[in-house]
T-cell receptor, first 114, second 115 residues
């Protein structure tokens, strides 16, 4: 299995509080991605990174920010969590930004915003 | 923008039988990649099979094969000799060529396997 961990694995928080999810990889892959998974929507890309300090928006980036200060860590921050951000969040990594290269996924984080 | 459609939310198959999961997509590109991912109850996303659009031959991985119809923009997954461990949610995904490519996923289909 690709070395990808996500923390925390589960979190319950209240509306309006800040939340940071962490993705850590040991594969030294350049590309990292954050997705959210919701029933009826599949996986949707929030943000991705193509190198240290290089990030870009995905399909559903509103309300989220990211940071990548080291190759191995990619942080997803909800500045002020809302109930619509209740979801399962997946991190993925890839050795290149080419679709041909497989994206390896982390175990996911279930976030509940009350 | 590319779209991926999985119109069947759920399917069921008898153990040892064959099942086909459907997927259609929309793109104006001529070269791209298509994928099927499996998500068992553990939530772990696992790549099942990958197809390159410029290859006419359908991809095969053991009991899993695809029927890629480029003109119809159809990409179905066939699972032969279904096993209980095949029970999962399956996602179809589209990936363009080029740098910084991003995958577009379908909504998924839940497959149950009857013993």
């Amino acid at each position: 299995d690709a070395g990808i961990t996500q923390s925390p694995r589960h979190k319950v928080t209240e509306t309006g509080t800040p939340v940071t999810l962490r993705c850590h990889q040991t594969e030294n892959h350049r590309y990292m991605y954050w997705y959210r998974q919701d029933p009826g929507h599949g996986l949707r890309l929030i943000h991705y990174s193509y190198g240290v300090k290089d990030t870009d928006k995905g399909e559903v980036s509103d309300g989220y920010s990211v940071s990548r200060s080291k190759t191995e860590d990619f942080l997803l921050t909800l500045e002020s969590a809302t109930s619509s951000q209740t979801s399962v969040y997946f991190c993925a990594i890839s050795s290149s930004g080419l679709s041909y290269n497989e994206q390896f996924f982390g175990p996911g984080t279930r976030l509940t915003v009350l | 923008a590319q779209t991926v459609t999985q119109s069947q939310p759920e399917m069921s198959v008898q153990e040892a039988e064959t099942v086909t999961l459907s997927c259609t997509y929309d793109t104006s590109e001529s070269d791209y990649y298509l994928f099927w991912y499996k998500q068992p109850p553990s939530r772990q996303m696992i790549l099942v099979i990958r197809q390159e659009a410029y290859k006419q031959q359908n991809a095969t991985e053991n009991r899993f094969s695809v029927n890629f119809q480029k003109a119809a923009k159809s990409f179905s997954l066939k699972i032969s000799d279904s096993q209980l461990g095949d029970a999962a949610m399956y996602f179809c995904a589209y990936g363009p060529t080029g740098a910084n490519s991003k995958l577009t996923f379908g909504k998924g289909i839940t497959l149950s396997v009857r013993p």
